[in-house]
């Protein structure tokens, strides 16, 4: 039986190795709470600390070694953007580095037996933000208690956790052991358990207990319920277990900042987690910043905020056409701006909607020779030029150059402008005639007008789309760009409605064969080019459309074979194939990607990358370069 743990074995023996010098040095108080542990608030910080802290060796890396203090400002929307933090933080039973290796994080060390059985080693000594242990009680709990609950999980498990519809034994070892077996191969676990928006197989038992009817008093449960002012107990315990949301102070936290603050609210601090489980390589407890703030407001307004220095790292709400303002403001109010390479397969892409109700538009959105035509049709060198200073890259909708499956025929397939075969195409797909005013028209005689629909939240896409339909007027189509509100931008597009939008490609541009390839498939219902055979997938059948043209239920078929794959080389077969079809299909029509996303870091930011890969998979933006490390110059000891 082949065994393999991805370093995760030569790791744990450089932590045991280590661990005697780091139990030594992690003596050193963190001053943030030297007054709490002399008032006996807190235990010292090497009894806070596991008995083997994941130690971080930041010259190894070429970063400073830091001092602890200070506060990180940022600014967001909304009450929505809490979960931020969760993706910032990226606290992981395992994580990416930044050379795309799973790594543990939380966990001690992994053990993998051909990709069916995983024990999960946790680490002795580990603590909730409460100071309660981390076990696996937590695991157990989350299984038994809640994955497998009828009121809490009506749908049961986790797709993740899922082998052709069947869950996993899970064996609870000890306190700090758990396996997870499968009688076929899981490649999407650890995936799933490393993303920026993570599979949770864990929650903290001891809390959550006193709000599951399993466990609590009944009374003293409905009391709960009734002042929550929610249905039932199902509804209270959802409510005060989102973990990825982190709307909850109460609710027991692994990473590196808490939240203090109950909603509603419009300013959110979140403080250092006192038994936080990294350590510098001189045990330094981390995170080295104190305090991070969420300041909500005018998403409109939060570049002049940043521009006037009222953050201390931002990039959310910043786009590309905020760079010169930014810019300008540099010297006077202390800050450097940075730009980093958006992550996305395509900053702006073209979804032609081949669930569209009307019968003669889905059965042209069908033909491949009419996508291939509209991609043909777009000037992508005048919008780099126009809209981007030519710094992004003109592309097709596929993976990017850093990625180790890019391909140069993916990123230039159907992407060159060429009008003339455009024409051609579009005559041989039954758009040979024409009105008096030299625009085409259908099939049936009605104008063949794209209305390419937008949730109007990216300033960027109208300006693209009158480019866009500049070009696309000289091949004889004439386009208009309808904005909605994102709710019912969403539901027009999966009720057919609409019959093309504009979003970004490719949510995670920089992928490994070991990445789950569901954004080349039709799997979910928010992919906008197919959200009913996405519907279909996710429902397990019971909603939406089954997929009814070959190239995409070809799609599906490789997908589940690479769930069904057992090595490395199956996998990058697979993903060579998935990203071949979508390419010559065209079932996306990428515009541009590499854009720039612009990063404000405050004067006294230390750690931060200057040029970097911005991208909410795989890493979760900041999260794949550890903002624990982040330290701040002007703080106390700085």
Known sequence: MRRMSLLFGLLALLLAACSAQAEIATQRETPYFEYDVGDGKLPPVAQRLPLHPRIIDLPSMNRETGHPGGTWKMLMGDQRDLRMMTIYSYARLVVFDDKLNFVPDILESIQIEDDKVFTLHLREGHKWSDGQPFTTEDFRYYWEDVANNATLSPSGPSPSLLVRGKPPRVEIIDATTVRYSWDEPNPAFLPALAGSQPLFIFMPAHYLKQFNAKYADTAALDKLV?????????????????????????????????????????????????????????????????????????????????????????????????????????????????????????????????????????????????????????????????????????????????????????????????????????????????????????????????????????????????????????????????????????????????????????????????????????????????????????????????????????????????????????????????????????FTIGIINGTKQPVVISDQMRNVPGDALYAFDPGGFFGIYMPDTFWLANAPGG
């Open 226 to 586: 009734k002042k929550a002012r929610v249905m039932n107990w199902g509804s209270l315990h959802e409510r005060m277990s989102r973990q990825y949301r982190c709307d909850n102070p109460d609710l027991p936290t692994l990473d590196p900042w808490r939240n203090r603050t109950s909603p509603p609210a419009e300013l959110f601090t979140f403080e250092r987690n006192p038994y936080f489980h990294r350590v510098d390589q001189d045990g330094q407890q981390l995170p080295y910043i104190d305090r991070v703030t969420l300041s909500l407001g005018t998403t409109s307004l939060i570049p002049a905020k940043t521009a006037s220095g009222d953050s201390t790292l931002q990039a959310r709400y910043l786009g590309f056409e905020d760079y010169t303002f930014l810019k300008q403001n540099e010297d006077l109010n202390h800050y450097k701006v940075n730009l980093w390479e958006n992550g996305q397969g395509s900053f702006a892409a073209l979804m032609p909607n081949l669930n569209a109700k009307d019968p003669v538009w889905q059965k042209l959105l069908r033909d491949v020779r009419f996508r291939r035509a509209l991609s043909l049709g777009i000037n992508r060198h005048d919008i780099n030029q126009a809209l981007f200073f030519g710094l992004a890259r003109e592309s097709a909708d596929t993976v990017l150059p850093q990625s180790p499956l890019f391909k140069e025929t993916y990123a230039k397939a159907w992407s060159t402008y060429d009008p003339a075969t455009a024409n051609r195409l579009l005559d041989e797909a039954g758009l040979d005639k024409r009105g008096s005013d030299g625009f085409r028209l259908l099939p049936d005689g009605r104008r063949a007008d794209l209305i390419v629909e937008t949730a109007g939240d990216v300033a960027e896409y109208v300006d693209i789309l009158e480019l866009v339909g500049d070009d696309w007027a000289k091949i004889g189509l004439r386009a208009f760009t309808h904005p909605a509100h994102r709710d019912v931008f969403r539901k027009r597009i999966l009720d057919g409605e609409t019959i093309m939008s504009i979003g970004s490609g490719i949510d995670n541009g920089n992928p490994t064969s070991a990445i789950e390839p569901d954004d080349l498939a039709p799997m979910h219902e928010s992919q906008f080019q197919w959200p009913r055979w996405g519907l279909y997938q996710e429902s397990d059948g019971h909603e939406g459309d089954a997929v009814d043209v070959p190239e995409a239920a070809q799609l599906v078929d490789l997908y589940r074979a690479w769930r069904r794959s057992t090595n490395k080389a199956q996998r990058q077969e697979i993903w060579g194939n998935m990203l071949s079809i979508n390419s010559d299909q065209v």
